[in-house]
């Protein structure tokens, strides 16, 4: 990767936007997701996150088939739009490495279990629950009934989520537990605390991450994606 030392100022300059105005920088392959600035406080995950994280990587994509860098600060938010950014990423041709940063909380916590490889900084908070309703007085009895029906669901696609990335997880592995297992602590735990917090290490250990920043194999940006490179030429 050429440092950005050696480019020239109209050089940086065009970087500086791209990074901040899009929230991509192509040379590096690297994608930043979070509120947006037009509202006054952070929205989380809405339509502009969502689609602004569609674009940045089909623009990638054709850009050639190396791995992609996510970096998310994400508290949470709309469930649609969560899904959308869950299924570009899960579906890409890329290898994409989500760093998560600061909070990873509710469909944040959902959103980095589609990549390829899972990585949280050391001061991240991992929160996972059951979500908040949808359903408001407006509606008419049915129309709460078919509401009702969608949120149920949408737990167990959750759920789903969960419990089929964790099996990675030391905890898990430890104990021998297979999905069904797995999907029954996660609930039993959401039901005690309703919202579950975790610090990296314990997102780790029970598999909602692959590691730690700054540990061993994982210390820098560019020794994270060597050792995809390196992998995938095995």
Excluded at 65 to 85: A, E, K, R, V
Excluded at 106 to 122: E, L, N, W
Excluded at 184 to 192: G, P, T
């Amino acid at each position: 990767m050429t440092s950005i030392a050696k480019k020239t100022r109209p050089q940086k300059s065009y970087i500086i936007e791209e990074i901040h105005k899009y929230g991509v920088l192509l040379d590096t392959r690297e994608i930043f997701i979070h509120g947006y600035m037009d509202y006054e406080e952070d929205q989380g995950t809405n339509f502009a996150m969502a689609n602004m994280l569609l674009k940045n990587l089909r623009v990638l994509e054709s850009n050639g088939g190396g791995p992609i860098i996510i970096h998310q600060h994400n508290l949470g938010g709309d469930w649609q739009s969560g899904m959308l950014m869950y299924d570009a990423i899960a579906h890409s041709a890329c290898h994409i490495i989500c760093i998560m940063h600061g909070e990873a909380c509710s469909m944040g916590s959902i959103v980095p279990q589609a990549a390829d490889t899972r990585i949280i900084m050391p001061s991240c908070l991992f929160m996972l629950h059951d979500g908040y309703t949808g359903i408001h007085s407006s509606l008419t009895h049915k129309q709460s009934r078919s509401w009702a029906g969608m949120e149920a669901k949408s737990r167990e696609i959750m759920l789903d989520i969960y419990s089929n990335v964790c099996g990675t997880g030391h905890f898990f592995q430890h104990n021998q537990s297979d999905a069904n297992q797995i999907r029954k602590f996660i609930v039993e735990k959401l039901d005690q605390k309703e919202d579950w917090f975790l610090f990296a290490k314990d997102a780790v250990n029970y598999g909602f991450a692959d590691a730690v920043f700054g540990t061993e194999g994982y210390e820098t940006i560019e020794q994270i994606r060597d050792l995809i490179i390196n992998d995938s030429d095995e």
